[in-house]
């Protein structure tokens, strides 16, 4: 199908790569249509797997207390991958955890890859579901021993074996060229430059002929959000032209999602692109400050009060005061705090006209103390808190 491709399978002990571990990989690697290797492990996890884990997978604790640990076959797999596309079923799940295990001994995995859901899709479209159980019902596998990794990757292949000889090998090969195909890049855009974008926070400014920006934008992923431009750039004319005028980008890395957000706020500004037309209306980002006190105050503070080292008092990042009372009005609903107490309902005297309907529990008339208030308040606002700042100054 392609000149070298390795299909690979992980079992873990969960779902999210920085936590969870692995605990079995196995692969096939072909070369020129020619299997070339075949090879599984049992990994020690370091870490208990859940007992749901087991009864899916059935691998215990006890079959990888002897296993190698990671870092034992990480130059072994490492070797074994070289030079050939990774492919496997749901690819962004194997592919982050590798990314992340490799992470964890100081090397960045940088694969090809290719997800076979995707190309069961491309080739099968008359299907609604292309899951390994779906792949293993239709096509009538049976022997394999499912949730084990090596299993999950013969399933794949005998799907793609059957594909060839019903719809044809070229058939095949075009899908997974289509899923493959590289970005399309702006014609004055160097290649080598956009494989060095960070898969991190930051701002991106992208430029035509001079030093004018036409777009400043940001995001937790500036490498995919700065790839999806080139990517949808035929869905949009707005996309289209700037990428037509385009001749080069640059970004600014940030500490984080919010220092992005205040980032791109203040060079929008200050160097107004012609295509950020949103964000150069004179609108300033705001959040909720939690001003401590007998009974605590909740207030409104726009980004140039903003103080990186009082992160931990604020609340959500808005766009315009609107949003933001907005935002705390929908918060004070839902957990029944009073909107008089919190500057959201003026001139009246008396409890607010929640309490009437039996929507707040009374801090406004006495029948709350200021103190279980203060308490929930914060409790409300919790889900909203802003990440602290994670560096000195």
């Known amino acids: 199908m392609l000149p070298s491709v390795t299909f690979l399978d992980l079992e873990t002990t969960g779902a999210t790569p920085l936590r969870d571990r692995i605990t079995e990989i196995a692969l096939v690697r072909f070369d020129n249509g020619v299997e070339t290797l075949r090879w599984q492990t049992l990994v020690n996890p370091q870490q208990p797997i859940p007992p749901f884990i087991q009864s899916l997978t059935g691998i215990n604790d006890a079959m990888v207390a002897d296993a190698p640990l990671f870092a034992e076959v990480a130059d072994k797999l490492l070797a074994f991958l070289e030079g050939s596309v990774l492919a496997a079923h749901n690819v962004r799940f194997d592919h982050g955890f590798l990314k992340s295990e490799f992470k964890r001994l100081n090397i960045t995995l940088r694969q090809q890859v290719l997800c076979t859901v995707k190309l069961s899709r491309l080739l099968y479209p008359q299907h609604y579901s292309h899951g ?25 292949l005998i799907m793609l074996n059957d594909a060839r000889r ?68 035929h869905a949009s004319s707005k996309e289209m032209r700037m990428t037509q005028e385009m001749k080069r980008f640059e970004w600014i890395p940030a500490a984080g999602e919010f220092s992005a957000l205040l980032l791109e706020s203040r060079l929008v500004k200050e160097r107004m692109p012609i295509y950020n037309r949103q964000l150069r209306r004179e609108r300033q980002l705001c ?93 409300a606002l919790m889900a909203h808190k802003l990440k602290a700042w994670p560096y000195r100054g």
């Open 132 to 156: 390994i159980d779906a792949i293993v019902a239709r096509h009538q596998i049976t022997g394999l021993a499912r949730h084990r990794a090596m299993g999950d990757v013969e399933a794949i």
């Open 166 to 233: 019903d719809l044809g090998a070229e058939v095949v090969q075009a899908a997974a060229l289509k899923l493959m195909a590289a970005p399309t890049l702006p014609p004055h855009i160097d290649a080598s430059l956009v494989g060095e974008l960070p898969e991190a926070p930051g701002v991106y400014l992208f430029y035509g002929e001079n030093d004018l920006p036409l777009y400043i934008g940001k995001s937790v992923n500036v490498r995919a959000r700065v790839l999806s431009h080139f990517s949808s750039d």
């Open 287 to 379: 959040s909720w400050q939690l001003v401590a006190g007998a009974q605590p105050i909740v207030r409104l503070v726009n980004e140039d009060e903003i103080d990186p080292s009082q992160m931990a008092h604020l609340f959500g990042t808005f766009r315009s005061k609107r949003q933001a009372v907005e935002t705390l009005r929908k918060i004070a609903d839902l957990s029944h705090l009073c909107a008089k107490t919190l500057g959201l309902e003026t001139g009246r005297d008396g409890p607010c006209f929640a309490y009437q309907l039996k929507r707040c529990k009374g801090v406004c008339c006495g029948q709350e103390s200021a103190e279980m208030h203060a308490l929930r308040v914060q409790q």
